[in-house]
């Protein structure tokens, strides 16, 4: 079992750049988090999908980030265009939640970010 | 607000050493907490949940309502338990917040 695949795992980047990460969960795990790990700081979430609904989004700034998870498997998420302030690691994890949450999220290795 | 604490960014000990990281919470309902930990070029993983009163690795903690604090505790640190360790909290609704962290540094 691989795990949560995440790509790329470093970007470099100027200012103003589109940039975009790509996630791939544990089979059959249908809740998918992006979490933005500042450095020092603990992750702090941006989205939440259950299957292909996002079910909170309330920390994603909508102004220049997006995500999708088209067919509930596979996530994407976008920054265009990228600021300074913007570099961080982006962590995907992913849980099989029956009804109930666990609190166990299994996470990527991460996608680092740089913008210059 | 709902919150998760964690005071100390660094904790130096010598192996053999007992070892406890603080963790302390805000939440006015019924809380969930963990402990996750990160090994050096590992990814983040969960550790041990208060609602399964397990030991992992020699590791406990305790959920202490009054106090509102999820402390991990280890009476004999290792070298090999030198990571980062975050406290979390699930709030209703599935969404898990994380405190900052406190890196633990088991010196020989």
């Known amino acids: 079992e691989a795990g949560v695949v995440q790509s790329p795992r470093y970007k470099i980047i100027e200012k103003k750049q589109p940039v975009a990460f790509w996630c791939n969960p544990i089979s059959g795990h249908n809740t998918l988090y992006w979490y933005l790990q500042n450095l020092g700081q603990g992750p702090e979430l941006l989205i939440r999908?259950?299957?292909?609904?996002?079910?909170?989004d309330s920390q994603l700034p909508k102004d220049r980030f997006s995500a999708e998870r088209l067919k509930g498997v596979d996530s994407t998420l976008k920054i265009q265009p990228a600021e300074l302030g913007d570099s961080a690691v982006y962590l995907c994890a992913s849980s099989l939640v029956g009804g109930q949450y666990t609190g166990e999220l299994f996470f990527g290795e991460g996608s680092r970010l740089t913008v210059l | 607000a709902q919150r998760v604490t964690q005071p100390e960014k660094l904790l130096s000990v010598f192996k053999g050493a007992p070892v406890e990281l603080k963790c302390n919470y805000s939440?006015?309902?019924?809380?969930?907490l963990f402990w996750y930990v990160q090994y050096s070029r590992q990814r983040l993983q969960l550790l041990l949940r208060h609602i399964s009163r397990e030991s992992i690795k020699g590791f406990t903690a305790d959920l202490n309502k009054g106090e509102t604090s999820f402390h991990l505790k280890k009476p004999f640190a290792q070298e090999e338990d030198s990571a980062m360790y975050y406290c979390?909290?699930?709030?209703?609704?599935?969404?898990?917040?994380f405190g900052q962290g406190t890196e633990l540094s088991v010196k020989p």
């Open positions: 979390a909290l699930l709030r209703q609704g599935g969404k898990l917040i």
């Open positions: 999908y259950e299957n292909e609904e996002a079910v909170d």
């Open positions: 939440y006015s309902g019924s809380p969930e």
